[in-house]
């Protein structure tokens, strides 16, 4: 049985802006109020997990236990095949301390370089923790593959260079709401939200 949540405020895990505003539109029509790990000022933990499960896990229980209010954490990143699954758990970092996505995008090209095999893949793991420590997991993904140079200059990370299968717009060109509605984010979210939510307000 799934532990619902029943709070009004929630801590999104996270010092990535992108990350803190594209969650915030999804809660937002649960009557949630959100603040980030950031703005509280609350350190990030080194993510030592082997998986985007764990990883969320880990952000989300030490974000709900420092701020004694429930917390959602996202490890998420760009999966690709034929780089053996990297940049996967790793995506932020391959950006740099300066968090430049535009050299990390460069980073997966190069390495795709005489690869036939372009299909990629976002992968999401969403963890709602408690200050108990207990935790709710849901992951999502979302398949399509990468297209050089990048397209568009909305969403954040490698979406201007992630084409989603059957679609002509990669992540960087989408209206925010389409990519909402069809994003690995988006997919875990409607988990979550099943599992811990209930209807919206």
Same mark, same amino acid.
């Given at each position: 049985m799934r532990r619902r949540f029943s709070g009004d405020r929630l801590v999104i895990a996270s010092h990535n802006p992108g990350k803190v505003k594209e969650i915030a539109e999804l809660v937002r029509p649960f009557g949630v109020a959100v603040v980030s790990a950031g703005a509280l000022g609350l350190p990030e933990p080194e993510e030592t997990g082997s998986s985007f499960a764990e990883n969320a896990a880990l952000k989300a229980r030490a974000a709900a236990a420092a701020a004694g209010l429930p917390a959602l954490a996202d490890d998420s990143g760009l999966v690709v095949p034929?780089?053996? &699954?990297?940049? $996967?758990? %790793?995506?932020?970092?391959?950006?740099?301390? &300066?968090? =430049?996505?535009? *050299?990390?995008?460069? #980073? *997966?090209?190069?390495?795709?370089? $005489? #690869?036939?095999? +372009?299909?990629?893949?976002?992968?999401?793991?969403?963890?709602?923790?408690?200050? =108990?420590?207990? !935790?709710?997991?849901?992951? &999502?993904? !979302?398949?399509?593959?990468?297209?050089?140079?990048? +397209? $568009?200059?909305?969403?954040?990370? %490698?979406?201007?260079?992630?084409?989603?299968? =059957?679609? =002509?717009?990669?992540?960087?060109?989408?209206?925010?709401?389409?990519k909402h509605r069809i994003s690995h984010r988006a997919r875990a979210f409607r988990l979550l939200v099943e599992g811990c939510f209930g209807d919206p307000q």
């Open positions: 034929a780089l053996d &699954g990297a940049p $996967g758990i %790793y995506s932020a970092r391959w950006a740099g301390p &300066g968090k =430049d996505f535009s *050299v990390a995008m460069e #980073k *997966v090209e190069k390495a795709l370089a $005489g #690869k036939d095999d +372009r299909r990629a893949h976002f992968a999401c793991a969403l963890a709602l923790a408690w200050p =108990d420590g207990h !935790v709710e997991l849901f992951e &999502g993904t !979302v398949h399509g593959s990468l297209v050089w140079p990048p +397209r $568009g200059t909305r969403g954040f990370g %490698y979406d201007p260079m992630f084409l989603a299968d =059957d679609r =002509d717009e990669t992540f960087g060109e989408m209206e925010p709401a389409e």
